[in-house]
């Protein structure tokens, strides 16, 4: 039986996670102003690119850090999170990388070095606002860099949402919009339900830490599953004409596209074991659409 107040909630997820390949994060080192862990940014790059590292700091000397992390706080303000994570950020010229993501095939042991390297955190009541007091439940940082945040409910001490896990990817106030992220009730039947099952964790939403963040999981969904999706529109100007604006939305997929993708893609990839009673079986429409899915998805 589980405990039933926020901090013990809040004590089982950090366990959990840590359990599962992160590792716990230091909340003096958070810079509220910035959003970011400013040294642990620093120890990740000389750790992983010390050449370029030692040939920046030849030419740049002690201001080095200063600089380095200002321009990565315009380019996270340009480009956003997403972009500099998967493809590392200019520095006069020279590009630095904050992530690794799995590549295709292990032949490639530096590559696979590389990966390794990477740096799950989790940290606890990290300051908020620079203008009040509040705090965040929980920040998900990969090697230092933010790209989460998780506020905890407790339904049986009166507090809001009904459903275990409820997801966003644009906090907007009062009209931020939360979709949920979960399994069913009653997983694998064709009427699943709603909510989600009971979990030998005695939380129903211990899958989600389980198995969704665990740490290769969490990576390739980062690296591979979120994306940018950019549509035009057609808005009023203010002075009886119209102009087209670019509207930007980061797509997150829900549990079940996720799931059923990667149980496709794991089916492809097996080898195929010869039998006296195979039979080929030609792709239907709606076999088709799956695989369009997956293309959409694992971009």
């Known amino acids: 039986m589980p405990q039933t107040t926020e ?76 972009h500099v994570l998967r493809h590392g950020f200019k520095f006069y010229g020279k590009t630095f990388r904050l992530a690794y993501f799995k590549p295709a095939h292990g032949l490639n042991e530096e590559v696979l070095a590389q990966y390794r390297a990477n740096r799950l955190t989790v940290t606890r009541q990290a300051p908020g606002h620079p203008g009040d007091h509040s705090t965040v439940d929980l920040v998900f940082a990969v090697n230092s860099l933010p790209v989460a945040t998780c506020e905890l409910k407790n339904p049986w001490t009166g507090q809001s949402w009904r459903n275990p896990v409820h997801m966003t990817t644009l906090l907007a106030g009062g009209k931020t919009f939360f979709l949920p992220f979960n399994r069913g009730s009653h997983p694998g039947e064709v009427q699943c339900g709603a909510g989600n099952p009971q979990h030998p964790s005695g939380y129903r939403s211990g899958y989600f830490w389980e198995e969704v963040l665990e740490r290769e999981s969490f990576l390739d969904i980062l690296g591979h599953f979120v994306f940018i999706e950019k549509k035009e529109e057609k808005v009023e100007d203010g002075k009886g004409g119209s102009r087209m604006v670019t509207r930007e939305a980061m797509i997150f997929p829900r549990y079940h596209q996720l799931d059923a993708t990667r149980k496709l893609i794991h089916a492809r990839r097996r080898p195929l074991i010869p039998r006296k009673s195979s039979a080929c079986v030609r792709p239907t429409p709606s076999t088709n659409s799956s695989w369009a899915c997956v293309r959409c998805w694992k971009t």
């Open 7 to 82: 901090k013990a909630f809040e004590s089982y997820v950090e366990q959990m996670l840590l359990a599962k390949g992160w590792q716990p994060g230091n909340v003096s080192g958070w810079d509220r102003e910035r959003a970011l862990f400013p040294q642990a940014i620093t120890d990740f790059i000389t750790a992983t690119q010390p050449q370029l590292w030692e040939a920046m700091r030849t030419q740049h000397g002690a201001q080095l850090e200063a600089m380095l992390l200002s321009t990565l706080v315009k380019e996270l303000a340009i480009k956003g999170s997403l």
